[in-house]
């Protein structure tokens, strides 16, 4: 037998045995999305190469048929899981959003770069940008002129919020520029997390 055909014989098998150990604890749903991962690689080969699997479609129509019996059988049972997955998940982003802002607030009243916790920490990073203008606006305009007459186009893109403060930090600007600058395009901090594990 080829290195191909070995391969599929493989693949054919572990559907099989997944089959079997989902029928033996169905709230396993792990090992039916393993036999139905396989199946679909196997009509991944048969794509890319027919000639080889043209000898194993009555196995592959065989075991496809004994996935979707249990897909059937369980419809009801996976139909509850996926809701129950979207409703564990839909609050814990709303429990992750609310943790989030509220150590924003303290890192940024007390300037933190890092927040502790048993499970690893947290880094915490900053980023000015300003709020640009919308287009077509006169202070828009106002904004082109301003950059127009310091030459720094260059320097801030096609008005980049993020390098237009890199821009105004570095100093490219003169102080008068930097206060017509803030006037027009309001300045926000924002802060980053980044979780890091033990």
């Not at 029928?23 to 690689?41: G, I, M, N, S, T």
């Not at 496809?64 to 899981?81: C, F, I, K, Y």
């Not at 916790?117 to 900053?126: A, R």
Request: proline share 4%.
């Amino acid at each position: 037998m080829k290195l191909e055909e070995a391969k599929v014989a493989e693949a054919c098998g572990r559907i099989e045995r997944a089959l079997a150990a989902f029928d033996a604890a169905p709230q396993d749903v792990a090992q039916l999305c393993q036999a139905h991962e396989l199946l679909q690689w196997l009509r991944g080969q048969y794509v890319e190469n027919r000639a080889l699997l043209d000898g194993w479609l009555d196995r592959l129509k065989a075991l496809r048929e004994q996935v979707l019996q249990r897909l059937r059988r369980h419809a009801g049972d996976l139909s509850a899981t996926f809701v129950e997955a979207v409703q564990a998940t839909t609050a814990w982003q709303k429990r992750r959003d609310d943790c989030r802002a509220l150590l924003v607030e303290l890192a940024a009243a007390d300037r933190l770069e890092r927040l502790d916790c048993p499970q690893g920490h947290i880094e915490v990073k900053y980023a000015k940008s300003a709020v640009v203008p919308g287009p077509g606006t006169p202070q828009r305009a106002e904004l082109y002129a301003l950059l127009d007459a310091a030459q720094r186009w260059a320097d801030v893109a096609v008005v980049n919020p993020l390098r237009l403060m890199k821009a105004v930090d570095q100093g490219l600007f003169t102080p008068l520029q930097v206060g017509q600058i803030t006037k027009l395009c309001p300045v926000q901090s924002s802060a980053r997390l980044t979780v890091r594990d033990r």
